[in-house]
């Protein structure tokens, strides 16, 4: 019993990647829209849970907020109110299908450069900070003061400019989506 | 005290599980009875008073006995109590239908989705901090061991909560969606963009006891919320509050805000093709979900397993406990889920108070209310949350 | 700004829940117990409805104190009627010198119950009374006439009714 429980407890991590998996197979490959988008919110919530397996409570908790509980709803607003027949009629995706093959290639090729150098590489060995007297030097804190500390202060700099690139892209889309008022 | 080993431990979280299971399957039933009395009352009714005709069933036997002797019945007040029964035996005994034209799975998924999801939050809700009681030596594998007031009183509880709950839309929507018919896809939209947007407010309201206790768990969130903050600590939970419990409305699609299923305008909403125990589920879902808001409202805003409400605890523990006798100061100075039980109890009724007062919003009017008074409100009592954080504590 | 004021002080809301919660409370304390409940609703099937004075129910034909038909056949209500549900035969009779119904029938299933009848009536001799129980079981008891044994224009017909409270057995 115990031997078994700690088994599973030890694999947890592999069922919800497996599950994860799962999800994104039905997404890609379901006929029906909305399937898909099930299938894309089941990979999520498994991607939570190997998180929460992996001890990083926050960003488990955070990818159920902000990708199961935000993205994917407006992910099914937009499907469940899109017509698709007329696309299929077009012959859309069909004619998309080389480029979609080179695309995902390049990604592919792009992520496995990431995670080599992720694994077998150096990481930064200075932190990138405008304030070097808040950075940590291996204090032991909570999960949320952790990724607080790191988002705030060792990477201050980088996730300014990343919400920038973010606000960018939000007043991209209000210009948009802005009709023209004559 | 022995460390649990890890058998143990899941035997214990099973029996917490089940507890809190539990605790459910009675509250919700007592709620859904209340809501018929009290909406009754509210309004100058009686409420359910039997659940067969006059001539059939044995309260109708009972009473048009009572009456023809003319009397009023004896048990008159309380008639309506097989009410409890009779509500859980028709969503049970209802025919199952399912349309022709539906997608099957995903109308067969929704109710699920919502049923679990609220039920799911549970896991985070600490009932009291430590221990709930002490499990006694004859039971046999987990004997002597105490069962904890939580079954997980993860240190990210309140987004464990915030996370799951967000998950319910789901449920609505797809169950707007599943049913192939206008009024469950308007009713599911509506409640889509409702609970996206009144989800905002909400974390932002939450996000002041987060602030002034620096936690982001359960039960550490609802003791410093309690008693850990000096007198000023109330201002900024007062206001809190009430935006909380307003938000806590809207996202469980109670009355001022029930847009998706606004009766009057879209048949039943999304679950309007849905019958027997699917509909039940999401009923008991909505419940459920009451439940869950009363309790974070209670844990945060009201004191938790403790006594007064918006921190007086913590004035009352410092300054009288030294004078009372000892009886007195486990009873009023010390947690005890009791509390917090009447305290969710008590924000049912103001849940069921509000249904039978205030009509329902324009659906205009309740985004309006969302983003151009809540999220500017939530900030400002962000700020002086902050404030009090920075001076105060 | 004073509606955006309105909006952010809820002065309309707690006035609202005051007077709910006033409501509440009195019929909480008070069901059952007082002679005069504060509840407006009766226990109907089980305690006789009590109807307003105006209510209009079913249409009824009056007979005076001696037990004479009041109604004169003047076929004011006849005609006056929206939906022709009353239709009057008149006799001669020798001890009367007005004219006597022979027949006169009235069909409850297209009566809607505006009491035009009563108001045309010069003789008060028709009213709508207070039942309120019409439902039936067939569609030919709808139509009532003056000479059914079962129901009749004169009284309130036993057919459907619901009431417990006097009903003697």
Sequence with gaps: MENLLLKIGQNLF????????????????????????????????????????????????????????GIVVLFLFVVMLVELSKAKEKGVFQRQTPFALVLAGAGVVGFVGVFWKTIFGTSAQ????????????????????????????????????????????????????????V | MPTPTLTQSVLIAILQAILVVVFIFVIVPLTLFAERKVLGYLQQRLGATRIAGTLTGLSGFLNRNMWKMGKIPMLSYWRGIPMLVGDVLKMILKEDILPTKADKFVFFIAPAISFVASVVVFAAISFVPGTLFTLPQWVPVIGGLPVAGAVGDVNVGLLWILGIASVGVYGIVLAGWASNSKYP???????????????????????????????????????????????????????????????????????????PEAENELVAGFHTEYSGMKFG????????????????????FLGGPWLLPFGLQGLFNHFLSPHLPALLVT??????????????????????????????????????????????????????????????? | MHKFLKTLIPFDIAKGMLITGKHFSKVFFSANRRKVPFHVVSEYPEVPAKMQPRFRGRLQLLRDE?????????????????????????????????????????????????????????FDSIILNHQFELAVYNREDMSIAMDGKFQNMFGISPVAKYSVADEKD
């Design chain 1, 14 to 69: 592999l069922i919800f990647g497996l599950m994860a998996l799962g999800g994104a197979a039905v997404m890609v490959a379901a006929k029906n829209a909305v399937h898909s988008v099930m299938g894309f919110l089941l990979a999520m919530l498994a991607m939570a849970g190997c998180y929460l397996c992996i001890g990083a409570e926050f960003m488990g908790v955070a990818q159920l907020l902000v990708y199961a509980g």
């Design chain 1, 126 to 181: 200075e932190a990138l900070t405008l304030a070097p007297g808040l950075v940590t030097q291996g204090e032991k804190l909570g999960n949320a003061q952790m990724l607080s500390r790191g988002l705030f202060a060792e990477y201050l700099l980088p996730f300014e400019i990343l919400s920038v690139i973010l606000l960018v892209a939000l007043v991209g889309a209000v210009v948009l989506a802005k009709t023209e008022r």
């Design chain 2, 185 to 259: 896809l308007l009713g599911g939209l509506r409640s889509g963009a409702q609970i996206v947007s009144y989800e905002v407010p909400l974390t932002l309201s939450l996000l002041a006891p987060v602030v002034m206790s620096g936690s982001l768990q359960f039960s550490e969130l609802s003791r410093s919320m309690a008693v850990g903050l000096p007198i000023w600590g109330i201002v900024p939970q007062f206001f809190g509050f009430f935006i909380y419990l307003t938000c806590g409305f809207a996202e469980t699609n109670r009355m001022p805000f029930d847009m």
């Design chain 2, 281 to 300: 589920f999401f009923y008991l879902a909505e419940y459920i979900n009451m439940t869950v808001v009363a309790a974070i409202a209670s844990a945060f």
């Design chain 2, 331 to 393: 009873f009023l100075c010390e947690p005890h889920a009791i509390f917090f039980v009447g305290k969710i109890i008590l924000l049912l009724f103001v849940y069921i108070w509000v249904r039978g007062t205030i009509p329902r919003y324009r659906y205009d009017q309740v985004m309006a209310v969302a983003w151009k008074y809540f999220i500017p409100l939530t900030l400002v009592n962000l700020m002086l949350a902050a404030l009090v954080r920075y001076f105060a504590v």
């Design chain 3, 66 to 122: 001696a037990g004479e038909i009041k109604c004169v056949c003047c076929m004011a209500c006849e005609k006056i009627c929206p939906t022709q549900v009353i239709t009057i035969e008149s006799d001669k009779k020798e001890v009367r010198k007005t004219k006597l119904p022979t027949r006169y029938d009235f069909e409850m299933e297209r009566c809607i119950f505006c009491e035009f009848c009563v108001e045309s009536c010069g």
